[in-house]
């Protein structure tokens, strides 16, 4: 079976600052992979322009999802084709009903694959116990989206939609910054709960603690926009131990 | 939150592009020449059969509005109006009631199709015999105002039983002369402004609502006008009494043909509230906005304003006004009666080359008044939008309230949007807030939107309606639907 992610070479910039320069990553169905690095290695990048952020200009490279060149799909395409980017800093929509999003977010994925729209009472009942799992009190679907949520809360908003939304490549940009410990067991199980053959995940991520519970089939260091080294999750220990700089020396 | 909830069906309804009601009914018309003198209103109200007393009115108005100067302080910018370049009457041909919708003219079966009005009420607005009692009871009543004349009037039989009179003013002259020369020009006078000062002159139907002693109407009231003839102004007469402790909600919808030239439509409504009663105004206007380069479309210049005349009255006016190529309106209260409530709600989008200055005036007079003014204004493509309000709260109004909140969103970077709000206060405890915010659809959050699926546009018509949401939840079911697909609609192509 051919991978659901392929990146080769891939480059991107924003204005004339180059950020990626030359990313290579396959991941297969099924696989969690980790990516870890510095500050301004360019982690978030990676994620925007696989989610396809316009700010960001490809300028080289490639990436393609199955067997679809991803770089040429608008993002509202690639989310219906099963491609989900929680957010590292969510974004606040002023009035507009978390429930009601979610569900606008759905049916507007459902419809652009063909199939049928789901109501307003069946969506309830999922998102309420998708909530339930995540620890989300029930008034969190009935309050605008992100606003007035505290950090912990918009994390696990995230991590809601994505249960619902059902990716087969969830991109999780630092989803655990920020979380007390509790919160952030509360979204690795909610992550690990996903697992499964047809669901893969790039968790992008600074801290050892999340990886522990999710377990990465890999893990690749990024630093200055390139993968530097890529290992299983032992990786992940050997920097937690001894940081990144022996890896950037040892790449350079 | 129900409106919130119908959000996904309306910008998913929303997908289609251009002007959705731009139709032209073509119906035999009895058309007035063009131009205006003192001859046209003696036409005009000899066509309607008025007595002696309502002539009188119109020519003291005429003169009125001949000594006076059209005003220029609002922030909009158009050709000069020639006035002689319309007809100011126009009706269709009456026949004798057809017997089944067959007999009905299919342009205008067509045109209530499009409206979105079903077959069992176009058969009573189209006249056809009996069909009122088919179909005794339906939620909203509907009095359709085609061109100038009202076509039908439903429902009647209900209204009726409880005491409610709800019909074109114009049956109203007739019917119950009384009501109409007590209150008529109360509220509105005659000479008030210029657009007032022509519509009272000119003015050839709109509705009439008289809610008697202790009643709550049974149903919410509409009224569909429709503008169809070319180069006719439309000038509506609206007056709504509620006497003491009576409550009822008029609905007012708005559709127009396509057309090049500009329309012009002077209408004005006056409510009048005594002691304890309620009257909640709601407006969905989308009139032909003009095309992308500005040609086109209504002139909009509205005089609509309230009085409180009696203690803990209450007056709301909702509007969402996303239509005609300039909006001049102020939807006012008058808040006399002591403990008296004056509430504006309103959402104004202006797209392309529209041009809007609307807000409100809120006059406290009796003690413990209060009045709340939520305005919503969207502004994209090269559109100008103004909010311009005045609370006045004069030296009599002990303890009175103001709250008013503004919010401007604008989409690009070629509109404008300006708040001119204006406070005089002359008694010391009375206690006015002002919050202001001016913002824009930011990329990220309409990047988050596509990125859990939405379209551009819905990503657009989402936010559009998150912004407008404590205006809208203020609407009618039935208009909250109405008015999410019309932000999304009005908003297309405005983003990327």
């Known amino acids: 079976m051919s991978h659901i992610l392929t990146v080769s070479g891939l480059k991107a910039a924003i204005g004339d600052t180059p950020i990626l320069r030359g990313i290579d990553l396959v991941v297969p169905p099924g696989e969690i992979h980790a990516v870890m690095g510095p500050n301004g290695s360019g982690k978030s990048t990676l994620s925007y322009v696989l989610a396809g952020r316009a700010d960001y200009e490809v300028t080289g490279g490639s990436a393609t999802y199955g067997e679809a060149d991803l770089l040429e799909m608008e993002p509202e395409a690639r989310a219906a084709a099963g491609i989900f980017l929680a957010f590292q800093a969510p974004v606040e929509l002023p009035g507009v009903n978390n429930a009601n999003f979610l569900r606008t977010a759905l049916n507007a994925q459902r419809r652009a694959r063909g199939q049928d729209e789901i109501d307003a009472v069946a969506f309830l009942k999922l998102a309420r116990e998708a909530g339930k799992r995540l620890s989300m009190p029930d008034d969190m679907l009935k309050r605008a989206v992100n606003v007035g949520f505290s950090g912990g809360e918009k994390k696990r908003n995230e991590v809601l939609q994505m249960a619902l939304l059902k990716p087969s490549l969830a991109i999780l940009d630092e989803t655990d910054s920020g979380l007390d410990v509790d919160a952030l067991r509360i979204v690795a199980e909610g992550v690990r709960a996903l697992r499964a053959p047809d669901f893969s995940a790039l968790v992008i991520t600074h801290h050892q603690r999340l990886l522990e519970i999710l377990v990465p089939d890999r893990v690749h260091v990024m630093s200055k926009g390139r993968i530097i080294r890529s290992g299983d999750a032992q990786l992940a220990r050997e920097i937690e131990r001894e940081g990144y700089s022996a890896l950037i020396q040892e790449a350079a | 939150m129900a409106a919130t909830i119908e959000t996904i069906e309306a910008v998913g309804a929303a997908t289609q592009s251009g002007y959705k009601w ?3 009914t073509d119906i035999e018309m009895d058309v007035a020449p063009k131009g205006l003198d003192e001859a046209t209103v003696r036409l005009i109200s000899e066509r309607k059969g008025e007595p002696g007393w309502l002539l009188d009115w119109r020519l003291k108005a005429f003169a009125q509005w001949q000594a006076m100067e059209e005003p220029h302080w609002a922030k909009l910018g158009y050709p000069p109006i020639d006035y002689q370049d319309a007809h100011y009457y126009a009706a269709p041909k009456r026949k004798p009631g057809p017997k089944s919708l067959d007999e009905v003219d299919p342009e205008l079966l067509r045109t209530y199709e499009k409206l979105g009005i079903p077959i069992r009420e176009q058969a009573i607005l189209a006249g056809v015999e009996g069909a009122e009692d088919v179909e005794a009871r339906l939620p909203v009543a509907v009095d359709a105002v085609f061109d100038s004349v009202s076509v039908a009037t439903t429902f009647k039989k209900t209204l009726a039983e409880a005491g409610v009179i709800f019909c074109p003013i114009s049956d109203a002259v007739r019917e119950h002369p009384e009501l109409v020369q007590r209150y008529l020009g109360s509220v509105v006078p005659a000479g008030d402004n210029f657009f007032a000062a022509l519509n009272s002159a000119v ?5 009439f609502v008289f809610v008697p002693k202790g009643v709550r109407c049974p149903m919410e009231l509409s009224t569909y006008f429709r503008i169809n003839a070319r180069n006719t102004g439309q000038f509506e007469r609206t007056l709504i009494i509620a006497e003491e402790r009576a409550s009822v909600s008029y609905l007012e919808g708005c559709t127009a043909p396509q057309r090049d030239e500009n329309q012009l439509h002077a209408a004005v409504v006056e409510l009048v509230a005594m002691d304890d009663a309620t009257i909640k105004y709601s407006t969905v206007q989308n009139w032909y906005p003009g095309d992308s380069e500005g040609r086109g479309g209504i002139y909009n210049f509205v005089t609509k304003r309230g009085a409180c005349r009696g203690a803990r009255a209450k007056i709301s006016w909702t509007q969402v006004e996303t239509g005609s190529a300039i909006t001049w309106k102020y939807p006012s209260c008058i808040l006399q009666g002591d403990g008296s409530v004056g509430e504006f709600y309103s959402v104004a989008v202006t797209n392309n080359r ?15 008044t209060s009045s709340t003014i939520v305005a919503k204004t969207i502004s994209a493509g090269r559109s100008d939008s103004t909010y311009r309000g005045l609370v006045r709260i004069l030296p009599k109004a002990e303890g009175a309230r103001n709250f008013t909140q503004c919010d401007s969103l604008l989409i690009g970077d070629q509109c404008g949007a300006h708040t001119v709000p204006y406070v005089e206060n002359r008694n010391r405890r009375a ?12 990329d990220d959050q309409l990047f988050y939107c596509r990125s859990r699926g939405l379209s551009q546009e819905d990503a657009v018509g989402l936010i559009v309606n998150g912004f407008c949401r404590d205006v809208l939840k203020e609407l009618p079911m039935e208009f909250a639907v109405e008015a999410q697909k019309l932000l999304a609609i009005s908003l297309e192509g405005s983003v990327g």
């Open chain 2, 431 to 442: 206690r006015v807030e002002h919050e202001a915010t001016t913002s824009k659809i930011a």
């Open chain 2, 22 to 24: 731009g139709f032209e």
């Open chain 2, 354 to 368: 529209q041009q809007a200055d609307t807000g409100t005036k809120m006059i406290h007079i009796g003690a413990g």
């Open chain 2, 203 to 207: 003015f050839t139907d709109g509705s």
